[in-house]
């Protein structure tokens, strides 16, 4: 039974991944790059990992992603460009795929063996938040402050020139009193 | 009664999994050109990562390789949240997520 689950997810996951990279309109990439976060999300719980695959769920599949829509739909026209890489570029990728799937081929040939059966406190929040909280609670603490400053840094770059140059100001002033405009002929209508 | 002989699924299939869903990530920043679709593809590659992780601690019984997946997702959010800053700031400038016209410190 869990070896069935695991090719369909597994397929569904490796089909849903080559069309996020093939697809050429960015939006429909970001919903199959979901889809494909949700059958890894599954392979996650297939391995007792039940709170990280709730966590793909809510923070990949839901934060990050929105967040990537979001900003698709924020930069609109995407105008497609034809050719792309140069002929460098294909080679080094055809190596890539060369030596990766050379990797695939020797890790499908041993390790097959089957996990051996878990207790059933295994993946349990309580296990992981025990290690989390104790072991690596430095690194824990590290990661609340890299988060507080991500946020300010993509708060500051993404930041419109609130008190910049007098022609910044200017502009905001002409479009304030354009979506006034904009306003009373809403309320007209 | 003869037994179902489905094939029992073990590191090396995860390990497989992980490695294939990497090699697709890392064809997508390789060869495609829009900087958003780059992005969606490096964290298709974090995720594969994560996937070989927890079949390691799956395998070893040991709870290191979650804790380890969680930072993984933190520094993954982080690095969204900037990237993609960077990338409004950048179409402001340009009009354009395409790499190919962002290249003025290569010439």
């Known amino acids: 039974m869990e070896a069935l689950f695991f090719y369909l997810f597994a397929t569904l996951a490796v089909l849903a991944a080559l069309l996020t990279v093939t697809r050429r309109d960015a939006v429909t990439s970001a919903f199959w790059l979901i889809s494909c976060f949700l059958c890894v999300a599954a392979l996650f719980a297939l391995l007792n990992a039940h709170f990280i695959a709730i966590l793909q769920i809510l923070l990949y599949a839901g934060a990050i992603m929105v967040l990537f829509l979001f900003v698709i739909m924020f930069l609109g026209k995407d105008k497609p460009k034809q050719g792309g890489g140069s002929r460098a570029m294909l080679a080094v990728g055809f190596l890539v795929i060369l030596g ?19 207790p059933a406190s295994f993946g349990a929040i309580e296990r992981v938040s ?33 008190h910049g140059s007098r022609g910044a100001k200017a502009r905001a002033d002409a479009e304030l009193t354009r979506l006034k405009a904009r306003g009373g002929e809403g309320v007209d209508a | ?9 073990g590191l090396g299939h995860y390990l497989s999994l992980s490695a294939a869903l990497f090699t697709i990530g890392m064809l997508g920043v390789v060869f495609r050109r829009n900087a958003l679709i780059m992005f969606m593809s490096i964290e298709l590659m974090l995720t594969a990562v994560n996937l070989s992780f927890l079949a390691f601690s799956r395998a070893r019984l040991d709870h290191t390789g979650h804790v380890f997946v969680l930072f993984v997702l933190a520094v993954a959010a982080a690095e969204a949240a900037v ?15 395409d790499v190919d016209d962002f290249r003025e410190l290569m010439e």
């Open chain 1, 100 to 118: 990766l799937g050379a990797t695939l081929a020797r890790l499908l040939g041993k390790e097959t063996a089957a996990f051996e059966a878990a």
């Open chain 1, 130 to 162: 025990e290690l989390l909280l104790s072991r690596y609670l430095f690194a824990f603490e590290m990661t609340g402050l890299l988060l507080t400053v991500a946020v300010i840094g993509a708060v500051h770059l993404a930041r419109r020139e609130a």
């Open chain 2, 1 to 9: 009664m003869p037994e179902l002989s489905l094939p029992t699924v």
């Open chain 2, 83 to 97: 990237g993609l800053a960077i990338l409004v700031e950048l179409f402001r400038k340009r009009d354009s997520v």
